[in-house]
């Protein structure tokens, strides 16, 4: 018999591939299910075998997956950061170079995202009473909301402060993503408020890093 032949994606036609469409749509429904079980009972109420139930999915699957309920843990906290992040980029771009504007759009967007969002709701008031698993990721382990906050704002102020000390845009960007975070936490005055005076310090750090010298 002769051989199936190849569209040159290194797959025979007519042998089905997987398709990673449907195991990002798997995961998906796994995180989506351990979202709604977080927010209904905090981390701490959350069971494998309840997430894949409400997913339609056995528990082994959900293991497969993420390995345990600490990388279902992680996969959650990234994909409520990616969207965070997404926001914020779509808030900077929109102001351009107007640091003040650019920032306070930013800043308030977060803190009013995140006083509306469930699942952080969940996570602060279980974490009020006890402990909480993902309560690190904004804490102790707050390495991937710093990491890709602080990397929107550098990709920001890298197309409009192309004069910028890159030490001190970076530690601007941290400061300000670190502030915003600690506010999220323990929220101590209105939104409004809390942006105006951020956004007011944002602009002083990203000034002296488009005036202090290299290096």
């Known amino acids: 018999m002769g051989e199936l032949p190849n569209d040159g994606s290194g797959s025979p036609r007519g042998v089905r591939r997987a398709e990673p469409e449907s195991k990002q749509r798997l995961r ?37 997956e993420f390995g345990s309920k600490a990388g279902l843990a992680e996969a959650l906290a990234r994909r409520e950061v990616d969207r965070f992040v997404g926001e914020v980029r779509a808030a900077l ?22 006083a509306d969002n469930p699942l952080v709701k969940a996570i602060l ?4 009473g006890g402990s909480d698993e993902l309560l690190p990721y904004l804490t102790t382990r707050s390495e991937l909301v710093l990491a890709e906050s602080s990397a929107a704002l550098l ?6 402060l192309p004069e910028g000390d890159p030490a001190a845009l970076a530690f601007a960007a941290d400061t300000i993503v670190r502030l915003v975070v600690s506010h999220i936490v323990l929220p101590q005055s209105p939104v409004d408020e809390t942006a105006d005076h951020l956004s007011h310090l944002a602009l002083h750090l990203f000034h002296a890093a488009t005036t202090r010298p290299a290096g």
């Open 28 to 64: 998906d429904a796994i995180v989506d299910a351990a979202r709604a079980q977080a927010i209904a009972a905090g981390w701490d109420g959350v069971r494998m075998g309840g997430v894949a139930e409400a997913a339609g999915v056995s528990r082994q699957t959900v293991y497969n």
């Open 93 to 114: 771009a929109a102001h351009g170079p107007d640091v003040r504007a650019a920032a306070h759009a930013a800043i308030r967007h977060t803190l009013a995202a995140a």
């Open 125 to 128: 008031t279980s974490a009020r």
């Open 155 to 160: 990709e920001w102020a890298g197309h409009h």
